[in-house]
């Protein structure tokens, strides 16, 4: 870590993302939030808890994007309003339809502008490894190419450091985390379906209940329904 | 090259990325136009010029994405209507102001979503080497690098090539092979300051302008001014 004590933080409004500013935080940096609207379903209710996070640990700047070429491209169930979102199978090898294509380094590209605009020295992502039991864009060789790629595309003088602090972490372990470092859980939202109650149903759903089964505490939110994933 | 001949072609409009679609054509690829309006100024110009190319070649798709987020990032002449485009300084080793943080990993990383979804097997970029002595985006490491993150980023079933066919190139090699390709460089656009005529001071003619010099042939576009740029 330099002097520049700024990062930016890639904020969707769930567990995962909220732990990461707390992460950033506990580590020294000042936030700037980065939040983008790119067509998915529960975009309104996604932006709320990105939005409260900001209010939460007083920011230094929110910036909201509102991206279309994701949806206009297509092809995932986030994005395709004809294409329905598929019940959890935790168990799965194969890419989920949620899979948007090559969205991480969309955002990334999106974050790191951002980043050498406000001379931040850092760009934070929430990405975890089961997350990339089924997204190829979540895996560490990924983030490592997209280092280089900061690296080599930015101004001589820009450095930002790519941290993915997660991502050899399992889900129940950043719960784990944002338990100790006290991220208001209940204003977060994960759900891939519904703006409200959350489903309890879909991949988001199902891996954050199994999250905080196994770290031995209840989800502070509401769900439509609350099937138990330790036995699944 | 594979069985699937189909390649994602950026186009901005301007002759660089014209002359790519033709190169792509005569390496046997079917082309699928991608072009976004960023906020850049003369966005309408760009887009009728692409539109026009589409049109002239009979491409197979023209994928037009509306992206707000460079512009909104700002810190570039070429989005932020409170920065002055600066006149040519072709000696210049300063990056220019009309640099966009960061750019072409945002192009690049839409376009390969296109390509992804549309199942195309490349990804053209008519960046040459004249662009890389100001934008650290459109230099081979840079491209090297990308291609990388396409390559661990996307599906495993899925094969992209990041094709820059001129990055060692001159403007003047791009404009001599143009020629030959029959590119109709009438219906293409370069200028970052108006909509029509061109300009001829500002980078993206002066470039232009001293391109066609050097091939011997004049640039059939209209120039509200055409200074001698071989003397400069």
Redesign the interface.
């Known amino acids: 870590m330099t002097d520049n004590d700024r990062a930016v933080i890639l904020v969707s409004g769930g567990m995962d993302s909220a732990t990461a500013v707390y992460e950033a935080m506990d580590r020294g940096y000042e936030p700037y939030f980065f939040h983008?609207s790119y067509g998915q379903e529960t975009e309104t209710k996604e932006r709320e808890c990105a939005e409260a996070l900001a209010g939460d640990v007083d920011a230094a700047d929110f910036?909201h994007?509102?991206?279309?070429?994701?949806a206009?491209?297509?092809?995932s169930s986030l994005t395709d309003a004809e294409m329905d979102v598929a019940d959890a199978d935790l168990d799965s090898e194969e890419?989920p339809t949620s899979?948007?294509?090559?969205?991480?380094?969309?955002l990334?590209?999106?974050a790191?502008?951002?980043a050498?605009?406000t001379d931040c020295s850092a760009v934070f992502i929430g990405a975890h490894s089961e997350d990339f039991s089924g997204y190829?864009?979540c895996?560490p060789?990924?983030f490592d190419?997209?280092q280089?790629?900061?690296?080599?595309?930015?101004?001589?003088e820009t450095e930002i450091e790519l941290v993915a602090p997660f991502v050899e972490w399992s889900k129940t372990d950043i719960a784990e985390r944002g338990l100790e470092l006290d991220v208001p859980y209940d204003i977060t939202w994960s759900c891939y379906r519904e703006e409200a109650p959350a489903c309890g149903t879909c991949d988001a759903c199902a891996f954050r209940l199994q999250a905080f089964q196994r770290a031995g505490v209840e989800d502070p939110i509401d769900y439509d329904e609350r099937p138990d994933y330790l036995e699944g």
């Open positions: 983008t910036c994007v509102e991206t279309r070429h994701l206009a491209i297509g092809a890419i899979y948007v294509p090559f969205r991480n380094a969309n990334l590209a999106m790191t502008s951002y050498e605009a190829p864009d895996r060789e990924f190419a997209f280089q790629v900061m690296r080599v595309g930015t101004k001589p």
